[in-house]
Structures are given as C-alpha cells and as structure tokens.
C-alpha cells in the first residue's frame, strides 16, 4: 500500500484511493487498451501479453 508519513503521522494512501474511487484501476487498463488499440489496429495478442507482462511484474513488485 501507498503511505505517506507527515512527521510522525502516517496516512495510508490506497485506502483513501479506494473510498474516493473504487474502480479507477480497471478503468484506467481499459481506457489503455482502447488507446492501444486505436492506434497499434487489431493487436489483440500483443495488448494481452502486454497486459499479462504487466500484471507480472506488478504482482512481483507487490503493487497489485
């Protein structure tokens, strides 16, 4: 999770993230995507695996 400490204080960022909008994460990969694909033509194998790769690397790092 995202935190941000203001002197001794902490505030954890993605809870508020997720009270003001719940679902801008998949709405931000599907606007992505739609962009992809407007502008690379019909990639459809290339959008997934880059999302996949994506995916990975995020769920490695710990951020999803």
């Given at each position: 999770?995202?935190?941000?400490t203001?002197?001794?204080q ?33 990639r ?5 695996l ?15």
């Open positions: 999770p995202v935190v941000l203001i002197g001794e902490t505030f954890a960022l993605q809870g508020i993230f997720d009270k003001i909008c719940p679902g801008l994460l998949p709405l931000l990969v599907v606007v992505g995507v739609y962009v992809f694909l407007e502008r690379k033509g019909p459809y194998t290339q959008a997934i880059w999302l996949l790769g994506i995916g990975l690397v995020l769920g490695a790092v710990g951020v999803l």
